[in-house]
């Protein structure tokens, strides 16, 4: 008896709890009962702005100017200007960035030549075999002859720098680039009276004085731009290879804004000097290479 009693009990209990289990059972197989989907890892879009920036330079630039006029056989020496240049660039990660810059710069050179007989007129050349021969001077008087020019160069180039880490803010670097040199070259060669002071001009059937030739003048290439007074003035442009290399360091002012000073060799090409201004004869080649220092800032998109 007291077993039918405990089967019976057990029984009720089973139903008991089978009236519980059923609904939650039936609700989890309802979809909108049923416990959300976890979500998916969150991946954040890239932002167009995020990495790239606007960049501004200036400096001071030394560079080693060739004889503008073969004149002077030696070179004019090293000449300074101001330079400045803008650009824009992308960073891609922590170590690596490139950009794109155009930069000028101005060079205005002068220098005075020794005092030499003062030339008469442009180089004779025979009609017969079109050989030079000769032009007149006068070795009784002086002049001085002064050399001015004007280099414009403007270089765009295509950069790679690598950022070397980064501590409290300062970040050293490294670069290199390559690209293209517009130079415009001009150069007048003006012959001053050495007793006067004044503009020379060929007064010698004034003067009485005979005219005296110098031959074994090589091939001449230009004339005098004027026929009174010796003032001559030529111009050249041409496009040239040009490469610099670059480092320095940055300071991070703010999340947006660094400021950068850094060391810049730049080779802008060749450049040939123009003919002599009495001989015509060729002048010499050399690359204009530069060494600058230079502050600058770039300004990083968010």
Known sequence: MALKILRARMTALAALLGAFVAPAAMAADMPFLSEP??????????????????????????????AVFAD????????????GGVGAGYQYNNWLRTD??????VFQPQRTGAQTWCPYGNVVVDQTTSL?????YSPS?????????????????????VDLGNWWGLTPYIGAGLGLSYLQMSGSDVWYNSATGAVWSADLGQNGVPWIWKGGIPPYGFAWG????????????????AWNVMAGVSYDIS??????????????????S?????????????????????????LVAD
């Open 100 to 105: 794109f810059t155009i930069d000028r710069g």
């Open 226 to 241: 004027t026929t009174n007074s010796h003032a001559n003035y030529l111009q050249k442009k041409s496009w040239k290879f």
């Open 72 to 83: 002077f056989a030696n070179s004019i020496g090293r000449t300074g200007a101001v330079t």
């Open 255 to 272: 999340q947006n804004l660094k400021i950068d000073v850094h060391y810049r060799l730049l080779d802008a090409g060749s450049y040939t």
């Open 132 to 136: 030079p021969l000769g032009y007149a």
């Open 274 to 298: 123009f003919p002599n201004s009495i001989t015509g004869a060729g002048g010499g080649t050399k690359d204009l290479i530069s060494q600058e220092v230079r502050l600058g800032f770039r």
């Open 141 to 161: 008087q002086t002049c001085t002859p002064l050399l001015k020019a004007d280099l414009n160069r403007t270089s765009f180039l295509a950069n790679a720098y």
């Open 37 to 66: 989907a976890p979500e998916p890892v969150n991946q954040q879009p890239l932002e167009f702005g995020s990495g790239w920036y606007l960049r501004g330079d200036v400096g001071y630039s030394n560079m080693a100017l060739p």
